[in-house]
């Protein structure tokens, strides 16, 4: 098996397809739900690739049957660290979904499966919950089983769904973090912590988060679509 070998991209009506798969799984409440649960995979797991990336110790992820999560790192309370870290988690699934498609735009369709699988395998080590756990070998059985019980052509469908869900399920966290403060809730988000830790208002971070995620969608998109 070689990562590197570029792959053929599907036909365009196909990828096509696979955006409005991946839509009809983001945009209705009841799937979502389910679905978000890969979303909160990536969220978590920005959050703790960040953190050891800044020097900080990852001290263990949890996942919640909820969708909700959480990432325990040790380190300084205040500084750049920190801010990147909690920075991280709703912006991960947008980039990874354009990390992803940079990838399948250079038909670079192994390699992403099994880079995927190695992120979710590494993950794997640091959650501390058993929801956690059984969320992240499901979906890395999945990634495995894909990559290799099934030809190039099913390969290439599933990553392009993947990455199209990555890019346009990461837009829709920011805008239900942006109602539930708007009701009063989620008073520790990410936001209202970057917020106390920046003095910059939690409605500038939000606008960050939307920034990021729909600027992703765009590029990705232009990617995936090879406009």
Known sequence: MDLFS??????????????????AVTVPRRVWLLARNAITIAHEGGHGLVALAAGRRLEAIRLHSDTSGLTVTRGRPTGLGVVLTLAAGYTAAPLLGLGGAALLGAGRVTLLLWSATALLLAMLVMVRNAYGILTVVLTGALFVLVSWLTGPEVQAVFAYAVVWFLLLGGVRPPFELQSKRRRGGAPDSDADQLSRLTHVPAGVWLAFFHTVSLSCLIGGATWLLAL
Request: a negative charge; proline letters at 11%.
């Open 6 to 23: 570029p792959q053929e991209a599907p036909a365009t009506w196909l990828v096509v397809a696979t955006g409005v798969a991946a839509l």
